[in-house]
């Protein structure tokens, strides 16, 4: 099986080493316009001249549609990352062209080795729920250039622990509300704070850009007990005693991928799932934006 990555940003390499450890992928093209990746990777300069059947859309969000439009144009299949899209106008244009047969959405988050473990386990839903994500994405008091593609904490970070909880939880999702903040200047927010339902669980989402240091968790609330699911470090936890449930190993945006294409090589796609995901998302988004 042959399978192309578009666009060779931070994900990049996690992703190819993702794609080696799995037989099935025989070879791996490399695409992307910067001139400095072209020349360290010999990769091509183009997505057209790809010749993959398979085609991993790794670009900036704001250039999904039109680049996934194309790819199927010319009879390829997806595999998109997320956000697949910026707003709610583009998610309608791209329900029209996308089927089960032709695309699928990772949503890497939810495949950390901490949530396959958990979902062995889980029995009683929790009362409520609360991620906390934190990057370090700011300098100076602005977003720092290499993060702008990324289109905001909002956009960016909250499908990831949402994809998680969902996958845990069940897909019965509903956008409830959202607050973020703006440095003067910026386009986009450097924090969010984001309240969904899933299956009637009050879900929270907070997102930092201003911390010195990556943090990503989800914290389950029990009657007697709360869970985190350490997503930095692979970690599920009993916060209440103290106690250590489960401890991964391996580079943990590797094991990501490699969650990620196990379940599109056994299921083809998650075209449902994708869409309602970003249906919800995305009403926390202007269609200007």
Known sequence: MKIAIVGLGHAFKKQYEALKSIEKFEEIELCDKNEDRI????????????????????????????????????????ILEKPIVINLNELNKLKKIVNKD?????????????????????SELPKKIKAYISDPYVKDGHIIEQSLGLCGSYLDEVINPLSAITRLFGYNV??????????????????????????????????????????????LYYENKIIRLDSMNQKVINLTSGEILFEGSGDRMTNHYIGVFNDYLENGSNLDISIKLHEELLKGVRNED
């Open 39 to 78: 020349r360290e990777y010999r990769c091509k300069d183009n997505y057209s001249k790809l010749e993959s059947d398979y085609v991993i859309v790794a670009t900036s969000p704001k250039s999904h549609f039109e680049i996934v439009n194309n790819i199927i144009n010319d009879g390829k299949k997806v």
């Open 102 to 122: 032709n695309y699928y959405n990772s949503l890497h988050f939810a495949y950390g080795v901490e949530i396959d473990y958990y979902m062995k386990y889980r």
């Open 174 to 219: 509903e956008f409830i509300s959202n607050e973020k903040k703006c440095y003067d200047g910026d386009l986009f927010d450097y924090y969010s704070r984001s309240n969904f339902k899933v299956n009637d669980i009050d879900a929270e989402i907070e997102v930092l850009w201003d911390e010195e240091k990556s943090q990503k968790y989800i914290d």
